[in-house]
């Protein structure tokens, strides 16, 4: 234990409680992501979520998580798992694997939003088809933006991988810029979701409980990795702190317009892909009344013209 270096001896004798709730974060990071898989698969459709909202996301979960990679301290870090055990290198790299669990989960929101992306009907009004409402994103333009998140990540962990070899000195610097990329992409991330929000004025496929637990998590989480990386990991949790207060400013919307707006009992939910076996929610929305008393009926179905008594 003397032969270490003072970096590797605080690694070595890890504390109980910054440990455990290292590990609870990382689940809770899992947990409050579920929500809005489960969602957009049960309705089979990701309307009501905004693509650049993706995009920003996506991106700014990248420039984060190699952030921590690059991150000096975390290379240090990894050099002393050759001489500490084997639970407290664990310990040590908890961070790392928390920052990887959010990308994770972030991707594969991507990846869901781009399966489920509405293709019949406008992604910005489910009662009108694309024909009719062109302006809006289009499924090449969820395609477009999956293209941009994955081009980014590997020109990220290709110029990383360069100064890691060329230049080693220069990864600081390089952390640190995407440090910065991170809490910009951060900053205006939940923006373009807002606005789809309040245009909309519906939730849609956006999670409520996602960000129910996410909100405050964030906190918990931008505390504890700030109490490990110390002041210098500004740029690893301060997007964290960024990000909890715009998604705390999107969950009271959230929460307006799916329980208290006046206009909360017409707006229908998505279906859930069983096809429309039911005229009054053709693409998921509740057809008005005055709809449904104007569509023709169809034949076999009686009517206040079909006879009382009819032949054989």
């Known amino acids: 234990m003397d032969s270490l270096s003072p970096i590797c001896r605080e690694l070595a004798s890890p504390g109980v409680f910054q440990t455990v709730l290292s590990v609870l974060i990382i689940f809770g990071i899992l947990i409050s992501y579920l929500p809005q898989h489960i969602r957009i698969i ?72 781009v399966i489920y992306f509405p293709k019949a009907t406008s992604p910005t009004n489910p009662v009108a088809s694309v024909s009719t409402n062109p302006s809006g994103p289009t499924h090449r333009t969820a395609i477009s933006i999956a293209a941009i998140c994955v081009l980014h990540a590997v020109v990220t962990v290709i110029i990383s991988v360069a100064f890691a070899l060329r230049q080693p000195s220069a990864l600081a610097a ?33 999670s409520i409980p996602m960000m129910c637990i996410q909100t405050p998590g964030s906190l918990v989480w931008a505390a504890s990795l700030a109490a490990r990386e110390g002041l210098k990991g500004w740029s690893i949790w301060g997007v964290l702190v960024v990000t909890a207060s715009l998604q705390g400013t999107l969950l009271m919307m959230a929460i307006y317009f799916e329980y208290f707006s006046p206009n909360r009992n017409r707006k229908g939910s998505v279906s859930n892909g069983s096809g429309d076996h039911n005229g009054a929610q053709s693409n998921g929305f509740t057809e008005p009344p005055e709809a449904q008393t104007q569509r023709p009926i169809s034949a076999g179905q009686p009517s206040e013209e079909t006879p009382l008594l009819q032949s054989q």
């Open 42 to 113: 049960t309705r089979r459709s990701s309307f009501g979520i905004s693509p650049y909202f993706i995009l920003l996301g996506t991106t700014s979960g990248t420039s984060a998580f190699v952030n921590i990679l690059v991150f000096p301290k975390t290379s240090q870090d990894v050099a002393c798992c050759h001489e500490i055990s084997g639970i407290a290198c664990f310990a040590g790299l908890l961070g790392v694997f928390q920052m990887g669990m959010q990308w994770l989960s972030f991707f594969l929101i991507l990846f869901l939003f």
């Open 174 to 206: 390089w952390a640190n810029f995407l440090g910065i990329m991170a809490a910009i992409l951060a900053s205006i991330q939940y923006f373009p979701q807002i606005y789809t929000t309040l245009r909309l004025q519906c939730v849609g496929s956006l």
